[in-house]
Every structure is written in structure tokens, then in C-alpha cells.
């Protein structure tokens, strides 16, 4: 059944860098819009960069020229590079991906992805 499945969170320190992956299985990642959220304590989900199959892409502006968004085919998997992190950014990451539809459709539509992973928690300390 299709999966996707988080890693690479863990704790940090402000000003350090982490890199999150997102491995997909049951299905081909790259066969619609995939993309990083975000939900902070006691906030909502936000999101952090979608991407589409072409490799055309959005950020936040919390996490512009900071975070990087990008995906290896052949791994069947999507990344986040996260740069100088700031306590602002803690929170539980989670990818999603969807088939078919692109981002600027599930954007238009107001529809939400498709598949979602559980989430990697990204704590950053002062």
C-alpha cells in the first residue's frame, strides 16, 4: 500500500542544519505535487514548499533562502535541507505527495494531499 515515511529529524542547535528525508513507497513519488509541512506546538499546519514534477517550486517566506526542497527519482524519495535553523522552526515535519494532480490543481481546488507520512519531530534550541 503506499507509504511515505520520514527521517532525519532530531534535535539542534540555533544557526544549525539538518536534512530531512521522505521515502515513498507503493507508488512513484514523482507522478504529482510533492511537498514539506510543518505544524509548530499549538499552532496550524503550515506549509513549507511544494513541488512539482517538473521540479517548479515555492517557499515559505519563514524558510526562504534557508530551506531547499528536492527529490531523487531514482530513490523514489524527496528531501528538505534545512539551513540555518532558528527555534522558530521547531516543530514535527511531515511530506506529502498525491498522483496525478499537480500542486497548482490540489492548490486551486483547496484539496488536500493525497498521502501523507507520520512525521519527523525537529527541535531547535537557543
Known amino acids: 500500500r503506499p507509504e511515505l515515511v520520514e527521517s532525519g529529524g532530531g534535535s539542534v542547535q540555533s544557526g544549525g542544519s539538518l536534512t530531512l528525508s521522505c521515502v515513498a513507497s507503493?507508488?512513484?513519488?514523482?507522478?504529482?505535487?510533492m511537498g514539506w509541512f510543518r505544524r509548530a506546538p499549538g499552532q496550524k499546519r503550515e506549509e513549507v514548499a511544494p513541488?512539482?514534477?517538473?521540479?517548479?517550486?515555492t517557499y515559505a517566506d519563514a524558510v526562504k533562502g534557508r530551506f531547499t526542497i528536492s527529490k531523487d527519482d531514482a530513490k523514489n524519495t524527496l528531501y528538505l535541507q534545512m539551513h540555518s535553523l532558528t527555534p522558530e522552526a521547531t516543530a514535527m515535519y511531515y511530506c506529502?505527495?498525491?498522483?496525478?494532480?499537480?500542486?497548482?490543481?490540489?492548490?486551486?481546488?483547496?484539496?488536500?494531499?493525497?498521502?501523507w507520512g507520520l512525521g519527523t519531530q525537529v527541535p531547535v534550541s537557543s
Open positions: 513541488l512539482e514534477t517538473d521540479g517548479t517550486t
Open positions: 507503493g507508488f512513484t513519488l514523482n507522478m504529482g505535487c
Open positions: 506529502a505527495a498525491d498522483v496525478w494532480k499537480s500542486c497548482w490543481v490540489l492548490s486551486t481546488a483547496g484539496a488536500d494531499f493525497g498521502y
